[in-house]
């Protein structure tokens, strides 16, 4: 079914007359011709002669002509067919775009295939004669154009009857080849479309089923409000997983698309009602999407907001005009919406450090420090949380590295679970909310000025413990052994670390300067003179150091001598104000007999008009037995006998003084 081997112009043309024959005719013409002259007689047989191979020559040419142009008309008639069948075959375009026109079509196809098929021979056929009339007949001339009027002669007619008919036969070859070439590849194209097609069907078949299933979940849903705050996690673990399992829907989807992607780049372009059943596969996947996205970032918001890692029950803290918010690394600061500012510290907060300033005409720092944290101590309700439960709340919470960082979120839960067990245990009523955002917003200025939102557990540990219910002693071996190592011991970085949180304290209130400075290094190596050489001391060093209310920490055993004598009555008149009972410290001269001041008079320097107070000074926050005024007594009557230089060389100080250098080498922490 190949095409013939068409001849090209390469033929060696004819040299005589016609034929073979005619060649003959010649030759014995010139015979006759030469014996013409001994026979003249003989001239008009020869002439009747060529009379009748002339004859025979116009006959064999007319059946030349009949036959050529038999031939020539077979192949006009194929070449007429072949193109109607192209132009045909052009106008089944474009394919449909579902399976049923496509089912169509092809059945159509294959008919017009058909009959192409049978038509084969017939063209082959005609093709072939066309091929063996060229192999008699060749030619190698060009085509000449003959001028008007000049005849053509008999060798040049079978020349342009050839060079026509192998024209005609490599037009219709052309085109025999293309259509059958067209016919196949239209074939294939249409088997492809249509399997392209019947997955299309069938996974939209699929998908609907699918994303129906997941629109009856979705359906299902309850409202964000409507749940339950501690069940908010499971269902965010819900969703996600839900999410998780629709990606082979997803990946169904992109498939499906991506199909009908191919289809357009091959010129198929879905049916309308394909087109619409795939664009509403895609809007119900968007809008699944869109649900799942919007039903995971809501139950995120609410567990975020209301859940147990949540603030939110912390907004009561504050009243209106104020509004609790909350930064990006979760520490607090309030709105006040009426004055249109901002600020770190809670309303209550602020109130309380101007209250504080109440006290700054006390002369004695330590005092001074102690009464302002006393106030703080109750303000956070931590003078009535024992160490015991802060003990086993640090426990819970897993709070045991004491170099471990917190962020808010943890000391937030570790506040709530703190004064939630006050509550239960005491069986009084605690505004927790309050509570804990006091507490928190102390802690902060205390060990985050900067608002980082980030404290050691250390930190969090030293600033509750300091202030919260217990024996001094009790707090002492407490806070030692946050810093001790397996075998009780802590060497001088780790003691340097535990001082270096404690003195933030006072410095927070603007104290630092009267405790040593901010460089503790001095006090670590006061402490470590109680157990001189060794390079790492005990517990029982440390509470000996830690009794003679060395100068850096003085003002906790203060703190719990203005706790211990907020109840205490003394039955004694002030000196100088006249109060009595005297109420708080007791402070007693021993250089004076009966000479007895109250603590607002003795802490702030008031005295009476034109008498001054005379040192040595005892201090009571007890009140007195018989046994200590019999002490008081004899130490009065030998201080009578005493010079004023006696005094001034033998200092009386409340603490041991450690080097003060303010602000100096920061010790490593």
Known sequence: AGRPSWPGCHCVPCQSTVDGEGQEEGTECRRLRGGGSHQTGDMNLCWNEIKRKSHNIRVRLEAFSDNSGKLQLSLQEIIEWLTAKDEELSEQLPIGGDVGAVQHQREFHQAFMEDVKSRGPFIYSVLE??????????????????????????????????????????????????????????????ERTLERLLQIQAAMEELAMALEQAEGVRDAWEPVGDLFIDSLQDHIDATKLFKEELTQVKEGMKHINDLAHQLAISDVHLSMENARALEHLNSRWKVLQGSIEERLKQLQDAHRDFGPGSQHFLSSSVQIPWERAISPNKVPYYINHQAQTTCWDHPKMTELYQALADLNNIKFSAYRTAMKLRRVQKALRLDLVALSSLVEVFREQELQQGEHVMDVVEMIHGLTALYERL???????????????????????????????????????????????????????????????????TDQRHLSLLLHEAIQIPRQLGEVAAFGGSNVEPSVRSCFRVAPGKPAIEVSHFLEWMSLEPQSMVW???????????????????????QCPIKGFRYRSLKQFNVDICQTCFLTGRTTKGKKLHYPIMEYYTPTTSGEKMRDFAKTLKNKFRSKQYFTKHPQRGYLPVQSVLEAESSET
């Open 129 to 190: 004669s066309a091929q063996a009339f060229l192999a008699q007949h060749p030619f190698q001339e060009p085509e000449e154009t003959l001028t008007d009027g000049k005849e053509v002669s008999p060798r040049r007619r079978i020349l342009n009857v050839s060079r026509s008919v192998w024209k005609q036969a490599n037009v219709a070859s052309d085109l025999w080849e293309k259509l059958t070439a067209r016919c196949v590849d239209r074939h294939r194209h249409m």
């Open 423 to 489: 509550e239960e245990e005491r069986s009084i009523l605690v505004n927790i909310p309050l509570c804990v955002d006091m507490c928190l917003n102390w802690l902060l200025n205390v060990y985050d000025s900067a608002r980082n939102g980030k404290m050691r557990v250390l930190s969090f540990k030293m600033g509750l413990v300091s202030l919260c219910n217990a024996d001094v002693q009790e707090k002492y071996k407490y806070l030692f052994r946050q810093v001790s190592g397996p075998g009780g011991l």
């Open 556 to 578: 906790l055993p203060v703190l719990h001598r203005v706790t211990a004598a907020e109840s205490t009555k003394h039955q004694a008149k002030c000196y100088v104000c006249k």
